[in-house]
């Protein structure tokens, strides 16, 4: 009975040993499976987070695209924008050139048509200063001796000495030569060694000229030595008054003087920057002064003596 009853205890305390083993065992699985649980949940949490931080980022993404397009359109609108603008820029460069070229086109016509009215003009008043030269011509020398006496005449009955007349302006050039021309002011005098006066004072107006207002005018002159005082003095003032009317206007002036027969002859072509012909002004001279005027010149009657 002692043996059954201790080998009952054996086995009452080996079922309770393993009893409590196996709890034991239990709960460290529970443990360990909370723990488990724990960590599964816990990684749950963390994809989640990690699931939430990725469709953000991708939100993100997506949006930031969105941007970059839009702001590639953007570029390209505004290079569009620059196009045109370079494009309208351009129209309206030509638009404006052409412009430029039609009113060019325009003065170039109105140009021609000034200057086909002005050659027509002066071969109608050449025409009938022909005619009147070849009424002229048939004037026997007496008549034209007689016409020259006539207007000496004319001019000693209101006390115009032609030769005093002539002496006081060679006086007035000299004093202009010395004042705006010459470099040695102390030269001697401009008259003394000059074959043709007339020729000297006409050259010291074209150098006051240059000096004063910079065009420069070129002289042909072919005179003879027996140029009259009164045709002298009216050739230089004729001349004077031509040049005044085109030298601010004009770039390139030449000035030809010669005789014919028994008068001066004095003509200008006078033309602009474009090439333009720059008509002089007309002058208005009463025929007892001996003066033809015609466009571009003058003609000086009888200042040739025979």
Known sequence: MVLLAVGLAVLFVGATAFAVATLMRLKRQRLIVAEA????STRSRELAAKGVALERAERLRAEAGERADAAEQAQRLAELDKVRAEYDRSMAEQDRMRAEHARAAADDERAKARRAAAIAEASIEQSRLDAERAINDSITSEERAAAAERRAAEASAIGVDPHVLWALERSRVERRWKLSVTMHPDRGPLFADAPNALV?????????????VGTVVALAA?????????????????TQELLASVVRRADTIKLRVFAEVNDIVVMIEARDERGQLVEPLLLATPPSLGLEASPGGVRILDAIAD
């Open 222 to 238: 072919d005179l003879p030595p027996t140029v009259t005082a009164a045709g002298s003095l009216l050739t230089l003032r004729a």
């Open 200 to 212: 000297e004072a006409l050259q010291v107006e074209l150098d006051a000229i240059r000096e004063e």
């Open 37 to 40: 649980e724990e960590a599964v």
